[in-house]
């Protein structure tokens, strides 16, 4: 019995009470036709399936009882009732009764409309909640409740129903550790709090550099690169932040008959401020040398010759510095800094390559005016010079007399080749000989003899050259016994007097030495032999510094006279040592230099401390030994050079040479004649060598890169080693070398100049021809200046020295030629250079932020955008871009970490840099950090009160004093128990999102009995939840707090303008999917692989689909039958090719396509995702669609299915249709009766496959019938017929449905009796309003259900059993 | 009374035999029915059991109950057993469990009633384990199930009063005018309140061993629950019903986290003090079968380690979508190959008696004094419909394990044909194993003699 009396009072269903007399009028009409066909079986005493209608009937009271009653009505409506086999009614008692009942319920609807129900306290769904912290953070990644227990369903089928939002401790705990979550993502600012995608300082702070390298990118472009290596390490120091000046210009050349500039800039996208200022200048202003030139291609049209002048006098007037070495000592002041390219005077040089060896080379200077017409000066080239490698430089006026000299002395030399190899063999072991009485011998001229022994090393010690380092080092790297020679920077070397090993900061070992190369100069240590012996050669190399740099090349090599031989070379990198030797078998003469070399690789010297160790033994009974370290190190000032331990004075030498030395390989290429010459002892072969060697020589100049080619250009130059000085005679007067002497020494007005100078007329060029061969490897170097006279301070030229002549005359912005100019023109240009920098800037802006163009620095943002803020921003912008950058301070604290910055960095100061150039540094560091750590104290209040500003939004109304009190004392006390500001901060927060106000949508009941509204926060929150499943935005709460909303009207406009938002979107995914039984369609695993490989990859299109179609629903205020019948819907590229939609390659990722219904499609029906829900695994079920058609859309309710149905095979049979094998499934009486209700809706969707894909066969290869019939006798045809069917005679079913779903959605609960008439309203309204589903929101948001809440003491026995 | 050294929570005093001199304290009443108005379905209050009684003087383990469940029935041929004892036949679908025949038990006929009245599916699967009858068109009630009911009685014995789990999702929709709630879940802390599952086995696995409270934890929780108590005051009755949920919930969270929860006395000690393995990977698992394996575990830890004694693992709805890919088995989803009782469907549901046999194997290899800890338990292990085709006038349902002793297996029960055959009789077995005597739990006043 108790189980019966439950089963009525969880049937009980209006909560008001309805004078019974009036509601069982209409019913007591059919009284007598209850008793004959349902009191029978559903009376008192049988109560068949439960029901006792009997009583009901008796009791009288309707409303108590009007879910029985709508059951009724729906079972006899149907004919389900009375049941077969008994006794059944006439049509007309059938109607009546129908009749009856629907009057008696129709009063009590009208009795109870507007009432809103019983509505169970709900907490925020799964998905509110995170829709709810991203409103509120504003961070779209957030997802916290990834892992909570999915939610059910409830009410009319959607998870915001309280009834179905069940709370547990283990869920507790999941919200609790959620919260803290959130709060791990606060950004703590200045101005309050933020939240950010990151959770820690690092990622915000990237986070916040992404935010300003964003907002430079709006305005900037990238491109340009400027790379420099640093320790090995390339890095661009010059890139991003350009002036997109292609755009402006190609703007401006569209502005060049006028034109509104506002307009074109909007068009393309461009700064409207900066491009008015730009075509401001270009079509007027003060005159310019410079900007004058570049108006006339703007007047002309040239815009492609104009954006080419621009860029290329950007390229001339900026320069680019390191970011990281501003502020230091010598460091840049800024990253983009201005360059003049004005001198008073300039050096000129060009080298003539080394391996050009035959015919000519021709040398052009050329002194050319810089505007055409200018006034006419004198232009000076002083001290042009040939400058030879290893020889004094030979000045251009006697050029010619010496090539000629030359030209004939080196076929003497030549001619006496074989003859000088053959003194050679004679002279070798000899050191005293005498070269004039070995010349006599040999019947050769005792200077080409000279020059050949020594070239070839033998016999006769020729006078060593040496660059002595000569600068004491008393006191290196701050240790008394750490002392050396070399320069305080670089080159050195340095030797350690004590028995500690100590850092300086690279490994000094005790008692070592160690040299210090500069990016130019090698350091060497030399052992002059003080005799005669057989030496066998060993030493170490090993980089010192290992933690940094990139380590050190080194050579050992035997000097003799000008010969060098190259004994050992290579690297050293890492912290090994790299030993050499032992070498054996070294002969050495007296005056004979072992030299080890150490250079920097590739021309970086940082951190390029070397440890190096020589030692030589000698020969005979009692060998002697020389050790660098044990010679050295004790008393490295004793001398340079330096004694041995025997007394031999100068035997250590500690000097430098230019790197080239190293990368040099002197002597004979390997194969030569002469190699070949020097490696055989055989006479025959000695002289049949030299004899090919002269002939060679004699030869014309070889092509090619083999070893004697080589070997000849080695030979043949004026660097070679045969061509020692001399002193020229007077040239040939038909000599084609060179220039007459006679145009040095005076200027072409008769005056004279320096006996060197040239002096020349602005617009000369000055052609200069020399033997290829003979120059190969020399440079021409000049000096060239506007020469004093009338006229100089207003000249000013372009000079260039160039292996070709100069094209016609005219300014080139080249920073490598700059222009000489007298005093007034240099002040005419500087001002032109400064009017053209200003309008065009290379870069607008740093948009690196972060430099990484040194190895080390403390500059960790950079912020340089002068161009950007002078030029395009305006106020608001400037304002924006100062917040983010206050931000990133405040944020990433770079102020404080800056500090320890500074201290690691000098403890880490290495040989490249001083720490002493870092002092500038300090005085700012420590004074930024201390104003910051003062900022972060101010912050703290500000940003309490920001939480608790963030409470009330998160808890949807304002915080009563009580609240804000003790959300205060919560944070004191967190305080008070130790915790950093930080952590009390955010446990506030997550006290805030953990607390019920936030998690549950609580509403006060109106006091008595009465309904009433409710209230004017709690009213918001339910719009908003509606429409948005999220919170009220600012405007809406502004609404709630000002009362507006309580006007309808208000409210239904509110509700207008969030549906038009982009979080409308939310109300597709809740409601629309929801209803469709689409959501979550994305994550769908119901398909066989097998079956559906494509599926995976396009599951997440198709739920996109459906989403944006419904989103569209809403925003764009469409019909609710276009859900039906709508032509249009949205694609993506995968979705188009599985809908057969053409799609072309440009244009947004995803489209709105039109012409759906000619391609067999549109509207929901259509849609993959829905199609491919109501499948099977593996095929098409025509009954899932069929039902989902009738209970979802059309809002029919289906009976229970009889036990015992037959099994259904669920592979697609090979001899039968899917559609053959459901019509034999369903031909079992039991089943058929329901299944013709919806098996036709089914077979009118088999055109397409279990996802969606169009078909016009079955898998099995049969021919699809896609017609059918429904209960009502409609013919239908596919999805044509269907559409036609549900939308023309079924479309009250439709609309009536979706009235009801939102609804039930918009108030979480089930619809009840009692929204029937305003279910009707919904539904007139609709139809006089073109079916626009705004006027549906409209109506419910106006409706006394969503606008009130029951009142506390209303009777509510009959909603919660 | 020993508290295991842990500090006891000073705002709530326990005091030992409170339960029994006072009845069912307000808190006890709100854990343990919700509401109440559930009162019609437990009419009277119960005479509670306590732990059970050591025979002998030696210290026993406690009966443990692990309730595991999966929809759509079984193959209707297949799902059968006879005779007795080691000689006992089983149907294909029982073959897994073939080691075991002496410690289980094979009931036959037993149904409810309430089940029977509505749709089908979800109206006849939120009941399983209470009897209740559901509530339909959008609304959620059925009756707290027979393992929260133990919970509210006996959790406080235990670290973690119960474990809900589940290896799929829940459903959110109305299905035939029921809410698909009741199809995923067969445990209910309230009438009202179906358990949220748990089916990470990383969070399941937390829920058992996590116990460190993070600094401020206990301040961010008096502040709640202070938000709370202000709160509950302005809801309506009905709102204040659904609230405490929430009430409650931050208050066993409080004493979970000050440490609170210690255990009263035992007199045994389980045979593991912490757990033996490794926490398993976030996520869930890729493949379904060690998705279970991996909760089955997670049961076996929870018991070994005395950190539980009750659980419920839901393999897969009622309704399921599951597919088994890797039984070859990818062609129909679980609820449509149920229509076809076919050889596949077979397969899937042999697939599912191995993770109960694995269970029963894992528990089986533990030795608690005397017996295993399978012989200390209860396997119960059933569907809520014979067959796929909807037919729950009786359902499928297997015990494994001997409830310390007070259970002889190797038997079938066969309840067919007797006018006493309800399911609840054989919930007031269990609970009668458990030490929890009840009058009247569902449509039932009466255990099972047999069992």
Known sequence: ?1361 | MSHNGAPMNDRIHRVPGAHRARGLSRRTLLRGLGVAMALPWLESLPAWGGEPAAQGGVPEAPVRLAVLFSGNGFHSKEWWAKGAGAEMELGKVLAPLADFRKKLLFIRGLYHDEATKGNIHSSQTGNWLSGAPLASGGEIRSGTSVDQLLAQRFGDQTTVPSLVLGCEKSNPSVHKNYSMLYSSHISWSSPTTPTPLEIYPALAFDRLFSDGAARGDQGVLDAVLDDAGGLRRELGSGDQRKFDEYLESVRDVEKRLAGARVRTARDWQPTLAKPDRARPADGLPEHLGEHMRLMCDIVVLGFQTDTTRLATLKLNNDHSSQRYPDLGVDYMIHHLLSHSDSADWLKVNVFFLEQLAYLARRLDAIQEGPRTLLDNSMLVYGSSMMTGQHNNDQLPMVLVGGAGGRIAGGRVLDYTGKPARQMCRLHLSLMDKMGLKVPRFGDADQPLAEV
């Not at chain 1, 009901?56 to 009732?81: F, N, P, S, Y």
């Open chain 1, 1 to 1361: 019995m108790r189980a019966r009396r439950l089963l009525v009072a969880a049937l009980f269903a209006c909560a008001a009470t309805v004078s019974s007399a009036e509601s069982a009028a209409p019913l007591a009409a059919v009284t007598p036709i209850l008793k004959d066909r349902c009191l029978t079986c559903h009376s008192q005493a049988k109560h068949k399936g439960d029901l006792d209608l009997e009583s009901v009937v008796a009791d009288g009271r309707l409303a108590r009882h009007a879910r029985i009653w709508q059951k009724v009505l729906e079972q006899v409506a149907d004919g389900d009732m009375p049941p077969a086999g008994k006794p059944q009614s006439t049509a007309e008692e059938r109607s009546r009764l129908l009749a009856g009942v629907r009057g008696a319920l129709d009063v009590v609807a009208r009795q109870t409309a507007g009432d809103p129900g019983p509505v169970v306290l709900r907490r925020l769904s799964n998905a509110e909640y995170t829709y709810t912290l991203r409103d509120l953070t504003g961070v779209e990644s957030l997802d916290v409740a990834r892992e909570f227990p999915a939610d059910g369903a409830a009410g009319e089928g959607f998870s915001n129903t309280g009834m179905a939002l069940a709370m547990s401790p283990a869920l507790l705990g999941k919200y609790l550790d959620a919260a803290k979550a959130v709060a791990a993502h606060a950004l703590l600012l200045p101005d309050g709090i933020g939240f950010s995608a990151a959770t820690t300082r690092r990622d915000a702070t990237d986070e916040l550099v992404a935010q300003l390298r964003a907002f430079y990118a709006g305005f900037s472009a990238t491109g340009s690169s400027d790379m420099v290596t640093r320790q090995g390490i390339p890095m661009d120091k010059n890139q991003g932040g350009r002036l997109p000046l292609e755009r402006y210009l190609a703007a401006a050349n569209e502005l060049r008959a006028g034109g509104d500039a506002a307009a074109v800039a909007r068009a393309h996208g461009l700064n409207p401020r900066y491009l008015a200022n730009l075509i401001a200048s270009l079509a007027g202003g003060p005159p310019s040398e410079l900007l004058d030139g570049l108006r006339a291609r703007w007047r002309a049209g040239d815009a492609a010759g104009l954006a080419d002048a621009v860029a290329q006098w950007q390229r001339a007037l900026f320069r680019f510095n390191s970011v990281g070495d501003i502020g230091v000592t010598g460091g840049a002041t800024a990253w983009m800094e201005p360059v003049s390219p004005l001198v008073a005077e300039q050096e000129l040089k060009l080298a003539f390559p080394a391996d050009h060896t035959s015919g000519e080379a021709t040398a052009y200077l050329s002194a050319l005016a810089t505007v055409p017409g200018a006034p006419a000066g004198l232009v000076v080239w002083r001290q042009p010079r040939l400058v030879i490698p290893g020889r004094p430089p030979l000045p251009l006026r006697v050029a010619r007399a010496y090539v000629d000299d030359l030209l004939a002395r080196r076929v003497r030399t030549f001619a006496g080749t074989a003859a000088a190899l053959a003194a050679a063999v004679d002279a070798a072991g000899d050191a005293h000989g005498d070269v004039a009485q070995l010349a006599q011998r040999h019947h050769i001229d005792p200077g080409v003899l000279a020059a050949w022994l020594g070239y070839l090393g033998v016999g006769f010690a020729g006078d060593l050259a040496l660059e002595h380092f000569d600068n004491r080092l008393p006191r290196a790297g701050a240790y008394e016994f750490v002392t050396g020679w070399g320069s305080t920077e670089t080159p050195s070397v340095m030797a350690n007097a004590s028995d500690q090993a100590v850092r300086i900061p690279g490994k000094m070992k005790a008692h070592g030495v160690v040299v210090h190369p500069s990016p130019t100069r090698c350091v060497a240590v030399g052992w002059q032999s003080p005799v005669t012996a057989t030496l066998r050669i060993a030493g170490a190399v090993m980089h010192a510094h290992p933690e940094c740099g990139n380590g050190v090349e080194w050579v050992l090599e035997l000097r003799r006279g000008s010969a060098r031989r190259r004994l050992a070379a290579g690297t050293a990198i890492n912290a090994d040592s790299v030993p050499f030797g032992p070498l054996d078998g070294v002969t050495v003469q007296p005056g004979d230099l072992i030299a080890l070399l150490v250079g920097p690789r590739n021309a970086d010297h940082s951190c390029d401390l070397t440890d190096v160790e020589l030692t030589l033994t000698g020969d005979g009974p009692n060998p002697v030994t020389w050790s660098l370290t044990r010679e050295v190190s004790g008393d490295i000032l004793a001398g340079n050079p330096h004694a041995d331990a025997a007394g031999h004075p100068a035997v250590w030498h500690f000097y430098s040479e230019p790197t080239a030395v190293m990368s040099e390989h002197p002597g004979a290429p390997a194969d030569s004649l002469l190699a070949r010459w020097q490696a055989t002892a055989d006479p025959a072969t000695q002289a049949r060598l030299a004899d090919d060697l002269q002939r060679l020589l004699l030869a014309p100049a070889p092509a090619g890169d083999g070893a004697d080619a080589k070997l000849y250009r080695q030979l043949a130059s004026f660097a070679g080693p045969l061509a020692a000085a001399t002193t020229p005679a007077v040239p040939a007067a038909d000599s084609p070398w060179g220039l007459d002497p006679a145009l040095f020494g005076k200027r072409p007005d008769g005056a004279a100049c320096d006996a060197d100078d040239l002096c020349v007329a602005i617009g000369t060029i000055l052609a200069v021809r020399l033997p290829a061969g003979l120059v190969a490897g020399c440079e021409l170097v000049a000096t060239a200046a506007c020469a004093p006279g009338p006229a100089a301070a207003e000249a000013s030229a372009q000079a260039r020295l160039a292996a070709t002549a100069p094209a016609a005359a005219g300014l080139l912005p080249d920073p490598t030629l700059p222009i000489i100019a007298g005093a007034a023109a240099q002040a005419r240009w500087t001002s032109a250079y400064a009017d053209f920098r200003a309008l065009f800037p290379a870069a607008l802006c740093y948009t690196k932020i972060v430099p990484a163009d040194e190895v080390i620095t403390l500059t960790l943002f950079y912020r340089e955008d002068g161009p950007l803020v002078t030029l395009m921003l305006d106020d608001a912008q400037r304002v924006q871009l100062d917040r983010l950058w206050d931000r990133l301070r405040f944020v990433s604290q770079d102020a404080l970490t800056t500090v320890d910055a500074f201290e690691q960095i000098l403890q880490y100061a290495t040989q490249d840099g001083d720490p002493r150039k870092l002092e500038p540094l300090r005085q700012p560091i420590t004074a930024r950090a201390a104003a910051l750590r003062q900022r972060l104290l101010d912050a703290e209040p500000v940003q309490l009160d920001a939480t608790l500003a963030f409470a009330a939004q998160a808890w949807r109304r304002p915080l009563t004093a009580d609240e804000q009190q003790a959300l205060r004392a919560r944070y004191g006390t967190w305080r008070t128990e130790g915790l950093h500001h930080d952590e009390a901060l955010r446990l506030v927060l997550t006290r805030v999102l953990a607390a019920p106000a936030f998690l549950y949508r609580a509403e006060r009941p109106v006091p008595g009995a009465a309904q009433g509204p409710v209230g004017d926060w709690e009213l918001a929150t339910r719009l908003s939840y509606f429409l948005w499943s999220g919170p009220p935005d600012a405007a809406l709460r502004a609404a709630a707090a000002s009362g507006a909303l309580r006007d309808p009207a208000a409210l239904a406009a509110q509700a207008r303008r969030l549906l038009g938002d982009a979080r409308a979107r939310r109300l597709a995914v809740e409601f629309g999917c929801s209803w469709l039984h689409v959501r979550g369609f994305d994550q769908l695993d119901e398909k066989s692989e097998k079956a559906f490989p494509a599926f995976l990859a396009l599951r997440g299109s198709m739920y996109e689909e459906s989403i944006r179609f419904l989103a569209d629903l809403f925003q764009s205020d469409r019909s609710v039958l276009s859900l039906l019948d709508a032509d249009h819907t949205f694609v993506d590229k995968a979705l188009a090719a599985h809908y057969g939609i053409p799609w072309s390659a440009d244009g947004p990722e995803w489209r709105r396509v039109e012409g759906l219904r000619a391609l067999g499609r549109g509207g929901i029906l259509g849609q993959a995702a829905i199609l491919a829900k109501q499948s099977g695994a593996s095929r098409t079920s025509p009954i899932l669609r069929g039902a989902w058609v009738s209970e979802t859309l059309l809002g029919e309710r289906l009976p229970r299915p009889p036990k015992d149905v037959p099994p259904f095979p669920e592979q697609a049979d090979a001899a039968l249709s899917v559609r053959a094998l459901t019509e034999r499934h369903v031909s079992d009486a039991r089943c058929a009766g329901c299944h013709q209700r919806f098996d036709a809706f089914g077979f009118a969707l088999e055109g397409f496959d279990g996802i969606g894909h169009a078909q016009d066969r079955d898998p099995g290869g049969k021919p699809l019938d896609i017609t059918a019939t429904t209960a009502d006798g409609t013919r239908l045809a596919g999805l044509d017929g269907l559409r036609a069917y549900l939308a023309g005679p079924r479309a009250a079913a439709f609309t009536g449905q979706f009235c009801r779903k939102l609804l039930g959605f918009a108030l979480g609960r089930a619809v009840r009796l009692s929204d029937e008439p305003l279910l009707h309203e919904m539904q007139s309204a609709l139809a006089a309003n073109g079916w626009r589903a705004g006027t549906a929101v409209e109506l419910i948001v106006r409706s006394r259900q969503f606008r009130e809440i029951r009142g506390r003491g209303a009777v509510s026995e009959d909603d919660e059993p």
